[in-house]
Each structure stands twice: as structure tokens, then as C-alpha cells.
């Protein structure tokens, strides 16, 4: 299973990290080791001074397919979850400025939470709102229409490069409101008004 990452999808967020608008998705991956499931516990990495949440819609692929037309994308999944894109900003900040690859800031244990997934029917994929409250407070409140690109092309994209299979899942990039977590916090994701996860940062 592998788990791909678009990154710079919402307007919101590029202006609040000063990024340039790409012209083309931005794409990474991070390994199976970087999932967390059933609202376990994030254990903060002692290789970073600055992990931030970044909430993101999933979609977990349902059939292997390759270099597939957007119009037939949403036959390759079938359900959507909610998760969290842990970024250590300090360590990309640094990888950025040299032009080097994000994983050592992306990609390290435990940096991909993910809740169950749910049946995509009855959502409309195309303005879905969604949000995370650390602890009791809203930070991030995202709604899908606000794509740069959207879920099915994103899968159109990234499947003229690699293979989709069976259980790959697709984080599909953050709204604005990026912000540190910290031992003790508790955080909680929603898609409209259903919880989705609720774990601590250990
Ligand atoms: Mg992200």
C-alpha cells in the first residue's frame, strides 16, 4: 500500500506558507510505516522542534488502474476518509531552501493518521466541507470546491506515473490554517458534521 500526498492544492494555504502557485500538482508519498490508525496516539518525533497538522480529505482506491482519464477516476474508489498530513516544517523549511526532497519532513513514522472510510455516496465530493479542532478550538475548515485540483484529477495525474492499486490511499491537500502541535494536544477531524478521528499527540 502506498500513500500518495498532492501538495499546494488550496490558494489559502499557499499564501500562508508564501509558496509559488505550481503549475503542476505537487506530488509526494509517504511510506505504510506513516499510518496510524484507530485514533492511536501520534508520538511527537524528537527529530523535529515545529510538526505541524495539515487535515486532509482521503480516498482509498478501490481497483488497480493506470493513466486514467478524469472522467472515469471516480470508478477506482469508493469511499473517503479524513487524515492528517504531519509536516516538520523546520526540517522542510530546510530541504526546500536547498531544492532537496520532502521525506525526511513528510514521510517519517506516524506522520499519516488516517479514520475509517465511509461510503462516498451521499457526499458531494465536489463541496465538501471539512475541519479540525485542536484541542476544542477550530484551526483548519476546508471545503473541497476550493481545489486547485480536483480529486479526480488529482487520480488522473498521479496514475499516468504510478501504478494505483488495491488500498492506495490519496491525501488530497490542505486548506489554511497550519499550526504546531505539541505534546498533550488532542485533536479532532470532522467531514460536515461526522467525527471522523480524535487521538493525542504523546
Ligand atoms: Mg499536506
Known amino acids: 500500500m502506498k500513500i500518495i500526498c498532492i501538495g499546494r492544492n488550496y490558494v489559502d494555504h499557499i499564501e500562508e506558507l508564501g509558496n ?9 508519498m509517504k511510506p505504510d510505516t506513516a499510518v496510524l490508525k484507530d485514533n492511536e496516539p501520534f508520538y511527537h518525533p524528537d527529530h523535529s522542534e515545529d510538526v505541524h497538522h495539515e487535515v486532509e480529505v482521503l480516498v482509498r482506491i478501490k481497483k488497480e488502474g493506470k493513466s486514467i482519464d478524469p472522467a472515469f477516476a471516480s470508478n477506482y474508489y469508493d469511499e473517503i476518509g479524513l487524515g492528517i498530513d ?9 530541504l526546500k531552501t536547498k531544492g532537496l526532497p520532502w521525506e525526511l519532513a513528510k514521510a517519517f513514522n506516524g506522520s499519516a ?5 465511509i461510503d462516498k455516496n451521499g457526499f458531494d465530493l465536489k463541496n465538501l466541507n471539512f475541519k479540525l479542532e485542536k484541542n476544542g478550538e477550530t ?3 476546508g471545503n473541497t470546491s476550493l481545489m486547485l485540483w480536483p480529486i479526480d484529477e488529482i487520480i488522473s495525474f498521479v496514475s499516468r506515473y504510478f501504478t494505483l492499486k488495491t ?6 491537500g490542505t486548506p489554511k490554517g497550519v499550526s504546531q502541535v505539541k505534546i498533550g494536544d488532542r485533536l479532532k477531524g470532522y467531514i460536515e458534521d ?3 478521528f480524535d487521538f493525542e499527540v504523546k
Open 20 to 28: 509559488e502557485r505550481p503549475e503542476s500538482p505537487v506530488i509526494f
Open 86 to 94: 504531519f509536516t516538520a516544517r523546520d526540517t522542510q523549511s530546510r
Open 113 to 117: 493518521p488516517i479514520s475509517k472510510f
Open 139 to 141: 484551526v483548519q475548515q
Open 167 to 172: 488500498g492506495d490511499i490519496i491525501f488530497s
Open 194 to 196: 461526522r467525527l471522523m
